[in-house]
């Protein structure tokens, strides 16, 4: 699954102008490569940069497709369907807010500031001399603001917590525990739980959907601002 929203930017086809005329000079074949100029490995480390945003973006539509794609056949043996549904959302959770560290870390190859990848922090990237008063502090700060309001459930998730958001999700589970365990008392209610999961999923996945939308927009109007300031930087190599 491509994104054709984010594959087709303009700020791509900005660093395509350096990138492909430096692997046609490559003997990829024969393993040789060239020594890149100044500019082309700034662009190489930028491109690389800003494909770990989209290809972010892009593993969270994976994490949605996944809510409803649970097979008793491909799965692990251990794994029920609770267990692949909380899978799914805690990989989710725990990507809609790396990408906004990811952003940071571009800004800090954007700007040449030489900063370790730990350091790339608010306080060192969007308070930036360079970065303030610009538009890709104003798209910094949306982002920030949109991705904060997940960071609860990701910490959660990151400190080994099992992802727990509702009653909802705690009844399926103990269905499917019960299941697993061979507890034949709760197989007349088989039926009803697959009715109530399936919705379950359903309603996450259009809840998750529409935040994606929305972070896509904010991630558009950050790249396009980016590829701005790429565009001026490029111009400094060849002056």
Not at 78 to 104: G, K, P
């Amino acid at each position: 699954m491509k994104n054709s929203a984010l594959d087709n930017l303009q700020v791509f086809n900005s660093a395509n102008t350096v990138i492909i005329p430096y692997i046609k000079r490559c003997d990829l074949e024969s393993g040789i490569t060239v020594t890149a100029s100044p500019l082309e490995q700034y662009t190489l480390d930028f491109f690389k940069a800003v494909r770990s945003i989209t290809d972010c973006m892009e593993q969270l539509h994976f994490s949605i497709e996944l809510l409803s794609g649970y097979r008793t056949s491909t799965s692990p043996d251990s794994m029920n369907r609770h267990d692949h549904i909380v899978f799914a959302i805690e990989n989710y959770y725990l990507r809609i807010t790396s990408v906004y560290d990811r952003c940071l870390r571009l800004i800090n190859i954007l700007y040449n500031l030489g900063l370790p990848e730990r350091d790339c922090k608010n306080s060192t990237i969007v308070k930036n001399i360079h970065v303030k008063g610009s538009d890709i502090e104003t798209s910094l700060k949306a982002l920030d603001k949109f991705t904060n309001s997940f960071r609860q459930f990701r910490n959660s998730v990151a400190h080994n917590e099992t992802y727990s958001e509702d009653d909802k999700l705690q009844i399926i589970a103990s269905y499917y525990f019960l299941e697993a365990k061979g507890v034949t008392d709760i197989i007349k209610f088989k039926h009803l739980f697959k009715t109530e999961t399936d919705k379950y999923i359903k309603d996450k996945k259009s809840e998750f959907n529409a935040d994606l939308v929305e972070l896509e927009s904010l991630i558009i109007d950050f790249l396009n601002a980016v590829n701005t300031k790429y565009l001026g930087m490029k111009s400094k190599f060849t002056s």
